[in-house]
Structure formats: structure tokens, C-alpha cells
């Protein structure tokens, strides 16, 4: 199986790297492409490497309090209302997505869609997208970084 890397720095823009992840997240799902398609985060702040994979958002239980008759439905609005997400503010590390492509040989017109889909994305699109084929320089040193960053 031949594996395709997609490299794609977000500077330091924290709001358009979790944009990302939501999407390749989404596209997951939605073509499932759960093994096939793989993304970690590189976060390197001052000189220091932070590796990162991408995590899957957590959600905390509301404490469960004992209502009254009346306030039924008060309590039921409250506990699906989601808490305003908190605005990402701008980190001082700098942040690169390395996504994995891992299609079988009979998959290329799959990945030749994927291929042209991510590269023209908006969140994806911005960050200076690079591919890196098996055969191209710098991809064994890719594949190993790849394989640090878990």
C-alpha cells in the first residue's frame, strides 16, 4: 500500500489548524476513511518541538441537579444548550498538519479526488500545501517524523 503525505503549515493560526481538523474529521466520517487517512499536528514553539496527534474533542456531563416540576423544562434547555465555544486565541507555536494518505492500488481515482479536494479547501488551501509522493526526496524523513509525532 502506497502512502501519499500532505503537508500543510498553519503558522501560528490556531483557529484555522482546528478548522482543519474538523474538516479532515468530517471527511473521515463521511467517505470512511477512518486507517486510510491519518493527521497529526507539529507544533514547534521557540525552537522546541511539541508533537501533538489530533485529538477528539471531549464533553464534559453537566452536574445533574434535582429539579423541581416546573423547572423541567428550564433544566432540559440548559443541558443541550453547548457552552459558547471559548475564542482561540493565537499561540506562539508554529503548527503543521502532516496527513497520511494510505489508499490500496485500486483506490487512484479516490485518491486522486481526495488529493485535489484537500489541496483546494479553504482551511487547506491558505497553508501552503505540499505533496509528497513515495518516490520524491525528503520522504523517508517525512515518514519518520510521521511516525515520532504518536
Known amino acids: 500500500m502506497a502512502h501519499i503525505y500532505l503537508t500543510f503549515d498553519f503558522g501560528k493560526d490556531e483557529e484555522k489548524a482546528q478548522q482543519a481538523r474538523h474538516k479532515l474529521d468530517a471527511w473521515k466520517q463521511a467517505f470512511r476513511l477512518d486507517k486510510k487517512m491519518q493527521g497529526k499536528f507539529d507544533r514547534k514553539e521557540d525552537g522546541v518541538t511539541k508533537a501533538e496527534t489530533a485529538p477528539a474533542p471531549a464533553k464534559e456531563k453537566p452536574a445533574k441537579a434535582p429539579a423541581a416540576k416546573g423547572a423541567k423544562g428550564k433544566a432540559k434547555a440548559e443541558a443541550k444548550a453547548e457552552p459558547e465555544p471559548a475564542k482561540l486565541a493565537s499561540s506562539t507555536a508554529g503548527i503543521k498538519l502532516i496527513l497520511r494518505l494510505a489508499l490500496s492500488n485500486h483506490e487512484?481515482?479516490?485518491?486522486?479526488?481526495?488529493?485535489?479536494?484537500?489541496?483546494?479547501?479553504?482551511?487547506?488551501?491558505?497553508?501552503?500545501?505540499?505533496?509528497?509522493?513515495?518516490?520524491?526526496?525528503?520522504?523517508?524523513?517525512?515518514?519518520?517524523?510521521?511516525?515520532?509525532?504518536?
Open 108 to 150: 487512484k481515482l479516490t485518491e486522486q479526488r481526495l488529493l485535489k479536494r484537500i489541496s483546494t479547501e479553504e482551511p487547506f488551501a491558505s497553508a501552503s500545501p505540499k505533496t509528497i509522493l513515495e518516490a520524491d526526496t525528503g520522504f523517508a524523513e517525512l515518514d519518520s517524523r510521521f511516525q515520532e509525532l504518536e
